[in-house]
């Protein structure tokens, strides 16, 4: 691999991938945004704006859009930014098209596939099984990076030199970046947030306070943390910018579209209600399928992540699926 990245594409024109674009840029020599959407490529190559997602924000001079994925190849260094039921799909069209064995490839989607229940790192060491494979995750709301608002990250790597040198371009002095070898806690924190955003939306829809509220995140991250060991991570990595920074930033913000979606549920909406008026993906509702299948398959106990499946996929009312979360038999606060 070359000492620096002097380009880079990034996969997915949505508002993640619109702000990695404004956060990258300024340290790279061209950055390509590949999507679906030749309105969007139009308006980005044009105007240098996003005209569906984070319109507001001007992108560098240096950032460019294509709807061709073969453009993508040109780059030593490639984000995937598409929602996690995309990934396989993609990463296979990319390795139809030849992509370079030497290509560094960056997992940004917070998710676990729902049919084999693997991470999205996973999915791309099997299609590319001689490319560099890493992730970044963390409290990173796009709306807020996008605005150059300070931030941190976590960036998961077994080889220590490639996250340092990934370290290198997403360090900004309003954006600090960590990095970790442990890709399997990082993925499983990002992914099983997103389940517990949604619990904590549906407790601000139905009213039931602050003090509950903070409770239901209390027991999310013992919960997360759990079923995150027995799912392959570390302990520590829960404790850390992917496990409770992540929980704390999505179930709290009003960026968080999961959270969006659980406050509509406890208003009263359907599912289908909530979603559609979204107008965007909210990995959580997927990702509660998946993670609940994992969790069966594992053997562990998460009465969180059954109370939010019941709401969603069973036709559970939301106030009653939390009445009996909160009824359950007492027992020991570390158990």
């Keep these: 691999m070359p000492d620096s990245f002097p380009s880079a ?5 949505g508002s993640f991938g619109t702000a990695l674009a404004v956060l990258l840029a300024p340290r790279l020599k061209e950055l390509l945004l590949v999507g679906r959407d030749p309105a969007v490529t139009e308006s980005i190559n044009s105007l240098h704006r996003n005209s569906r997602y984070l319109s507001q924000i001007q992108l560098p001079e240096n950032v460019r859009a294509s709807t061709r994925l073969a453009d993508a190849l040109e780059h030593p260094l490639l984000f995937f930014g598409v929602p996690t039921a995309a990934t396989r799909q993609t990463a296979s ?16 989607a917070k998710g676990i596939e729902r049919d084999t229940g693997e991470r999205m790192s996973e999915i791309l060491r099997e299609i590319f099984p001689a490319n560099p494979v890493a992730v970044v995750s963390g409290p990173n709301h796009a709306e807020e990076i996008a605005a150059n608002l ?39 924190g990002g992914a099983i947030k997103n389940v517990y955003a949604i619990a904590a939306g549906i407790a601000a829809g139905l009213g039931l306070g602050d003090n509950a509220i903070a409770a239901l995140v209390t ?14 991570g570390r302990a520590e990595t829960f404790a850390g910018l992917s496990g409770v920074g992540d929980l704390i930033a999505t179930c709290f913000s009003v960026h968080s579209r999961n959270h ?3 406050l509509a549920l406890g208003h009263g909406k359907t599912l289908e209600e909530a979603t559609s008026a979204l107008g965007m ?13 994992a969790a069966r398959k594992a053997g562990v106990r998460t009465p969180i992540i059954d109370a939010v499946h019941s709401i969603l996929y069973q036709g559970k009312p939301a106030a009653r699926a939390m009445h009996d979360l ?6 020991p606060e570390h158990d």
Excluded: K, W
């Design 260 to 262: 969006r979606v659980g």
């Design 93 to 108: 069209d990319l390795a139809a098209l030849g992509l370079p064995a030497s290509t560094v490839l960056v997992s940004c």
């Design 219 to 232: 027991r999310a991250l013992a919960e997360m943390t759990r079923l995150g060991v027995a799912l392959g």
């Design 9 to 13: 594409a990034i996969l997915g024109t």
């Design 281 to 293: 993906v909210a990995e959580g509702v997927p990702n509660t399928l998946s993670i609940h299948d």
């Design 326 to 331: 909160l009824n359950r038999d007492p027992r």
């Design 150 to 188: 300070a931030t941190c990250a976590v960036i998961g790597s077994t080889d220590e030199t490639l996250a340092r040198r990934l370290q290198e371009i997403f360090t900004a002095p309003h954006f600090r970046s960590y990095t970790s070898d442990d890709l399997a806690g990082i993925e499983l």
